[in-house]
């Protein structure tokens, strides 16, 4: 119950359709959510992929995941729901319902099988968010008197190229 949007009916529903002991059947997170119809099913030919959709199929399990991915769509300051939001932004909200509740299936099989507990990622910002704590942590840097030069934090060479002049020219003011 401590994963986000995992209810009483989905884990009932989970030990009806497999049972106990059958998520030891699949060797991996990657079978079980084949089994599921939840992974992609890529289609290459010569190295390039010509459809990566999902297989069709349903069954109740799929179905009670599909829900409890809607339920984290709906959660407010989940990291599940930061991954929902980054995947609908970019390829719309049915794709991220399959995918977070892919992503749950991959979370249920880790815990049951390897015994692993629940730990929420903090990875998923979107670019600007990214680029706004990397500004704030120069601005720091540069409050407590530290070169963002020596410890490689910019991210473009004309960042640096910048930096490196407002130092001369904050030199040459000192020097007057």
């Not at 069709?56 to 984290?72: C, E, F, H, T, W």
């Not at 991959?106 to 015994?115: F, L, S």
């Amino acid at each position: 119950m401590e994963i986000p949007g995992i209810s009483y009916s989905t884990i009932l529903t989970l030990m009806s359709e497999i049972g106990p002991t059958g998520l030891e059947k699949f060797p991996s997170s990657k079978h079980f959510t084949s089994w599921l119809r939840l992974a992609p099913n890529n289609k290459a030919n010569g190295g390039r992929v010509m459809s990566s959709k999902v297989q069709r199929g349903s069954n109740r399990l799929k179905v009670a995941l599909r829900n409890a991915a809607y339920v984290i769509s709906r959660l407010k300051g989940s990291r599940l729901n930061k991954f929902y939001k980054k995947i609908a932004f970019k390829k719309g909200s049915k794709k991220a319902i399959t995918a977070t509740a892919r992503k749950l299936a991959v979370i249920i099989w880790n815990r049951i099988t390897k015994k692993m507990p629940y730990q929420a990622k903090e990875g998923y910002l979107f670019l600007d968010q990214k680029r706004q704590q990397l500004a704030q942590i120069r601005k720091k840097m540069i409050i407590l008197g530290l070169d963002p030069n020596q410890q490689d934090v910019f991210s473009r060479p004309e960042y640096r190229e910048k930096w490196l002049k407002k130092q001369i020219v904050n030199q040459s003011v000192r020097l007057r």
